[in-house]
């Protein structure tokens, strides 16, 4: 069975872009989760979808934006880029019912390294 | 805000057993999970405790203490592929995680 799958590995940018991330869940799950993480930290939360609603934001700033499609699949989007925006983006699916992560183990996938120049 | 800490590093020997802990101050707090992430990969999920005590997964043995918000994660028989970092992370009800900064784990031979 195919994992959750993110495009692209690698990005580079400089500041002041946009950038658009992909990520497809695992077959069957409906609620997909974003983190940033930094090199060194932990992954932080950005935001959580469930049957294409909203479900969870963290402490990000508006220029970070996600979507969730019909098939389950997402977009994470993040404009006017800083170099502190330089992280991994991870994807995570769940089998989450209700919207709700409890229980339920978060399946990462590899990532896409973006940087900012 | 939510806050999870664990220590940064943690180093043992192939056989040994090694307990890393987490101490955490959160809200809305239903459960404790552990994920290992070797370098240059996705984390990967290891255990979760939603009510106290001892969860066991073949070498891997997670444990929570609600009242005193803590929990760790017990390694055995360490072997040289369990050097990797180790995260804790609060499981919140709808929001999704938060993680610890991660513990990372050196296996010597």
């Known amino acids: 069975d195919a994992g959750v799958t993110q495009s692209p590995t690698h990005l580079i940018k400089t500041r002041g872009q946009h950038v658009t991330l992909r990520c497809s869940p695992i077959s069957g799950h409906k609620s997909v989760s974003w983190y940033q993480q930094v090199l060194g930290q932990g992954p932080q939360f950005i935001f959580q979808?469930?049957?294409?609603?909203?479900?969870g934001r963290g402490n990000f700033p508006d220029r970070f934006s996600a979507r969730q499609f019909p098939n389950y699949s997402s977009e994470l989007n993040v404009n006017a880029l800083l170099l502190g925006d330089s992280a991994l983006y991870l994807c995570?699916?769940?089998?989450?019912?209700?919207?709700?992560?409890?229980?339920?183990?978060?399946?990462f996938g590899d990532g896409t390294r973006l940087s900012i120049l | 805000g939510q806050s999870l800490e664990q220590p940064s590093e943690v180093t043992a020997v192939e056989g040994a057993i090694v307990q890393i802990n987490c101490t955490y101050q959160?809200?809305?707090?239903?459960?404790l999970s552990w994920y290992q992430q070797h370098d240059g990969g996705a984390p990967t999920f290891l255990s979760y405790?939603?009510?106290?005590g001892l969860e066991e997964t073949g070498r891997f043995s997670s444990f929570l203490s609600r009242s005193d918000s803590y929990g760790y994660l017990l390694l055995q028989e360490l072997q040289m592929k369990d050097s990797a970092s180790y995260f804790c992370a609060s499981v919140e009800g709808r929001r999704a995680l938060t993680f610890g900064s991660g513990t990372r784990l050196q296996v010597q031979p």
């Open positions: 979808y469930y049957e294409k609603e909203e479900r």
């Open positions: 959160t809200s809305g707090f239903y459960g």
């Open positions: 995570a699916s769940s089998l989450s019912r209700g919207g709700t992560t409890i229980n339920q183990p978060q399946h």
């Open positions: 405790n939603g009510l106290d």
